[in-house]
Structure formats: structure tokens, C-alpha cells
């Protein structure tokens, strides 16, 4: 596998990010290129690399919120905060979060409904943002 080039700051990033959200399950997520590369590992057995697409500059950023039901977040080529979601039975694509963000994202969830995630501004301080259960609330910077 490749790493991605964050041709706005001149570095190479090369990252992981593994959740589980079932026992004998882990999903990791990791970069090629600059896109995103899922794969699982259910009782033993580790799946073949599938891509996500993507032109991340970030490392990924993952988290479960409920059995089969995962959320991933990187920060793209144009500087805002990117995510896909698997719903249990499909990945959907892509959507903005917006943000002028750098560097790599954290992500977490405490509920169904409740779904946290931070990554650092170009101009400083971090930002937050979360879906209460029916939206994205605006960022927040902490």
C-alpha cells in the first residue's frame, strides 16, 4: 500500500483506523493513494482490500454507532471533513462536512444517536462536530 501526499503541506500520511462493533468482528480502514481501503476481520479471517474511494489527505477516522452500522471521516484534497457511513447493508457515498481543517480527524459514538467528530483547524484550535440523531450540528471550535 501507498500513503497519500498532502501536496498543501508537503507531507506523506500514512494511517489506520480499526473499530469493532461486534465480537470477532474488526473493520480497518487505511489509505492507498489517496483513497480510502476497508477490510474486516470476522472470526479468523480477514477479507479482501476493497476500496471507498476518495482523495483523502487525512488518515481515516472510524467509528460504530450500533451493530453493522459504521461511520468513517477523512479530510480531502479540499480541506473539509468527508464521510461515509455503512448502514448494514451498503456503504453510501461520500458527503461534506465542510470545515478548513489539517491534519488527522478522531472520531467516536456513545449512542445510536450520537456520533462525535474532532479535527484540527488550518488556523488553529479544534473543531467539533456531531450528529444529534436526526443532523449535523455546526461546527463548534473547542
Known amino acids: ?13 500514512a494511517a489506520a483506523s480499526a473499530v469493532s462493533w461486534a465480537p470477532d468482528r474488526i473493520d480497518l480502514f487505511t489509505v492507498d493513494g489517496q483513497a480510502l481501503v476497508h477490510r474486516s476481520f470476522v472470526s479468523g479471517t480477514w477479507s479482501e482490500p476493497v476500496s471507498l474511494g476518495g482523495t483523502l489527505v487525512s ?3 472510524a467509528t460504530a454507532w450500533a451493530v453493522d452500522q459504521l461511520q468513517v471521516f477523512a479530510i480531502f484534497t479540499d480541506g473539509q471533513l468527508w464521510n461515509r457511513y455503512w448502514d448494514g447493508f451498503a456503504w453510501h457515498a461520500w458527503e461534506t462536512l465542510g470545515g ?3 491534519g488527522q480527524p478522531a472520531a467516536s459514538s ?4 450520537r456520533i462525535d467528530v474532532y479535527a484540527p483547524g488550518r488556523t488553529g484550535g479544534v473543531w467539533h462536530r456531531w450528529w444529534d440523531g436526526t443532523r449535523w450540528v455546526k461546527w463548534e471550535i473547542l
Open 110 to 113: 456513545w449512542s445510536a444517536d
Open 1 to 13: 500500500m501507498t500513503t497519500p501526499r498532502d501536496d498543501r503541506a508537503g507531507t506523506t500520511i
Open 100 to 102: 478548513d481543517l489539517t
Open 59 to 61: 488518515g481515516p477516522a
